[in-house]
């Protein structure tokens, strides 16, 4: 079986992150969305709060579990028992940024393999912090997030 880990922080996820989702879980036999813990990222939402955002979005994928992680990601695709990481890609600049990370990652332990999706065009621009933003100046991201996920962003931004 091949089973794949797609970590990020997630805050929030978007229509973006469900693309990805949804593809990875037709390459992959089992996928595990990872929330990461980011000390050094200020997040809107707790590590719970986006684990549950996550898991009412995936539900009818059988095959995608939610899960969290703190520290390395290569200590997580341990305790996963699996070395495959799943990212998506939107820009150039994603590119070169998302290769370092997997060149570094395969540097620490040499069996870990990175599966690049492109993103679909339509969400090529997404950007959780800019979704962030637009709403903190009451901006609508109807087209970018769930329609759930705008309003938690809107109680959380908009006081």
Same mark, same amino acid.
């Given at each position: 079986?091949?089973?794949? %880990?797609?970590?990020?922080?997630?805050?929030?996820?978007?229509?973006?992150?469900?693309?990805? =989702?949804?593809? /990875?879980?037709? %390459?992959?036999?089992?996928?595990?969305?990872?929330?990461?813990?980011?000390?050094?990222?200020?997040?809107?939402? $707790?590590?719970?709060?986006?684990? #549950?955002?996550?898991?009412?979005?995936?539900?009818?994928?059988?095959?995608?579990?939610?899960?969290?992680?703190? /520290?390395?990601? =290569? #200590?997580?695709?341990?305790?996963?028992? $699996? $070395? %495959? %990481?799943?990212?998506?890609?939107?820009?150039?600049?994603?590119?070169?940024?998302?290769?370092?990370?997997?060149?570094?990652?395969?540097?620490?332990?040499?069996?870990?393999?990175?599966?690049?999706?492109? $993103?679909?065009?339509?969400?090529?621009?997404?950007?959780?912090?800019?979704?962030?933003?637009?709403?903190?100046?009451?901006?609508?991201? &109807?087209?970018?997030?769930?329609? #759930?996920?705008? &309003?938690?962003?809107?109680?959380?931004?908009? &006081?």
């Amino acid at each position: 079986m091949k089973n794949a %880990i797609y970590p990020g922080t997630f805050d929030p996820i978007t229509l973006g992150h469900l693309d990805v =989702i949804k593809r /990875g879980s037709q %390459i992959f036999d089992s996928l595990t969305v990872a929330v990461g813990h980011n000390p050094l990222k200020k997040s809107v939402f $707790t590590v719970e709060e986006r684990m #549950d955002m996550i898991s009412r979005h995936v539900k009818d994928c059988p095959n995608v579990d939610v899960g969290s992680f703190e /520290g390395m990601l =290569i #200590d997580y695709l341990r305790s996963k028992n $699996t $070395t %495959i %990481i799943l990212r998506g890609i939107r820009t150039m600049s994603d590119f070169e940024n998302e290769f370092q990370r997997a060149l570094t990652n395969r540097a620490l332990q040499k069996d870990v393999e990175t599966v690049f999706v492109m $993103t679909s065009q339509e969400y090529s621009f997404l950007n959780s912090s800019l979704i962030k933003e637009a709403v903190y100046l009451g901006g609508s991201v &109807k087209n970018f997030v769930t329609p #759930d996920i705008e &309003k938690r962003l809107k109680q959380k931004l908009q &006081k």
